[in-house]
């Protein structure tokens, strides 16, 4: 089965907002096994919406059309779809009760006259409730061609999907779709790549798939069965195979944890408390860490110490080490981890410090060079690196590296391996 | 004239990646004054791509093609160019040097003997040195139609397109296009634009664009013109009616420039240092303030408490204001913004406390509610913020209105309002 999208939207062209529904549209339809060969964008035009609908119906069975859905005049993906399918609007009762219903929740929204068009539905199509926001969702099928009509807010569009489009696509399909999200970190992206290419060769059902993040890399196993059981039952083999290779390298095989997640629930299941001690990276190793569920009953302090006499006072890095060595040594980053961890009493700590740039490199200490300390109950372990990416990438992998490098000490005092 | 994009590569189409590209050319071209009606995403398949460029061509005058110019044999955009414009390739020398050197620079690279058909060019094309990568630009014409393709990598494709194909686009059209972004905090998106409507809809040369940002709304001014100065002619009125309706609300006219850059620099400027005290946010205000450069000078350092403890020994907030009103709360946000100030001997200091969610809402403070405190030079001014986001996003909004405060606090002890 074939699927393609059709973004509608004036600000997509002008380059206003990015396109994310697509990606986020994309992965997940590759998630549900169908194939994907277009994905086109449109502004608020009938004729040119008009035209790019008949044609992506001609050649894809399913069309997913995300935006243009709203009370404005400007918004006209239903009646286009409408006539496209040849079918009327008619005003619908339940959709009407719906809209009114978000208000009376939401308040805070001044309901106008023009809000009532998003009421009118085409004659025999499906309604998908949005309980995010006033316009439903609309399927309209012929001939075993299928248009779907989302909103594009992504707090609409994907509740709706995960929801009621994903299980409605599957049972279109003879097989069920059935996968899971193999989350890897401390290790490369081309090594990953390299050590699973055999079996990405070799493959039919299930299938696997990389995807690079940074400092992460997810290999995505989808296997079709007519059931859950029979899923994993073929995706077993892989999964074993998969852990066989990468063993404890896999932090999750769920879609939603993150790796700050897994870190969390590392240091709660020990009782353990963590903080943080940065200077490059200036707070956003906390502000990752704080992302999770829970963090609070784990993270109590931080410190974010730019300046040398910063890190004697709050963190009691020695004045003579600043001197001998300087701010971004091994020497300085070991200090700060475990300072950071006296001053917070803590059980763990976090240090990073680097030259993020563009400014502030010299022949001996380059742009790109970070040190990140670890402590963990009394052990402390220092790693050198070297970016090449600007300043705000540069930040970026060294948060990566920081949490996959407390992850990996964590490890080594909490007896087995958890896979969340 | 008209533009489109082709973006090519199976990983957008399989949502890997997001289309950023897409965003990014679609605004440079706006700006350029050029029309966009069409984007559309294709894999590496010969046929569809050739497909997708001839229908490309026959509608819009300029179609600009990113990716699929790497040496693998996937990498098809170059050959199916040269096939629809009916051109030979030849190795171009010039282009093997440029290959060469960029080898010899780099070094930690592989040279593969498939590298060297990136040194293929089509007959009669213009080639664009590619500075940060192997693939060199390609511009194909004929009978007023031109195709321009481009390296996929963002690191790539965004200095090309800079430095060659906006010069090239602007020299297609018979006025040149120049542009200002004038970028606004302290005020609501659907604020301003109700104030530029007017503006907007009497628009001819220059013209007026809303672009939405996290608590920032920037307005692009582009105006054709002959030459620079004239340019500026045209846009001056408009200038000086955005600056008579906005004021100080405008932080900048600067593409380039941010919201904390102008912070630091209005720092540097007083000769002030800042600090931040960080609860929700956990250190994500600190890492937003410490993107600018000279950041260094004016930040000392910083404190991440997350526990009630923690804003008592690090910032002296007193336990009875905690135990009375509670961590969420002004009392609490004041003594955190006052005692930061005092701790780090900073002239001025940034509060945030609030409860992000998903958890942690009660009836009285429900998810959302967030305390943001600003101590300027003896004065602190503490503001109460309702955010009606997930998580991450109620996180990202109180970063953008903590530094929006700040930068109010701090125009308030600086004689004039400075625009960078």
Redesign the interface.
Known sequence: MTVEFISVGTE?????????N?????????MLGLS????????D?EE?LED?LRRALSRSDVVILSGGLGPTKDDITKEVAAKVFGRKLYEDTHTKKQIQDYFCRTQ?MQVTPNIWKQALVPEEAKVIDNHNGTAPGLILEENGKTAILLPGPP?EIIPMFEHDIAPYLNQLQPEGIYSKMVKICSIGESRVETMVEDLIVKQTNPTL?P??KTGEVHLRVTAKASSEEEAERLMAPVMEELFRRFGDKIFTTEEEVTLEDVIIQMLLDKKMTVT?A?S????????R???A?G??DV?????????N??KEH?LGVKHETLETYGAVSEQTAREMAEGAARM?HADAAISVTGIAG??GGTPEKPVGLVYIGCYVKGNTRVEEFHFHGN??KN?ESSVAKALTLLREELLKVIDECRIM
């Open positions: 997509i062209l002008l380059g206003n907002i990015v396109n994310t697509a990606a986020f549209l994309a992965e997940k339809c590759a994907c060969y277009h994905q086109s964008v449109v502004g035009n040119r790019t805070n707090n798939a995807y690079a943080t940065e490059c990276t200036g707070g956003l190793v906390a502000g860490l704080l992302n569920a963090a609070s993270y109590k302090e931080g410190y974010v110490t730019y300046a006499e910063a709050l917070a563009p400014g300043r705000s930040r």
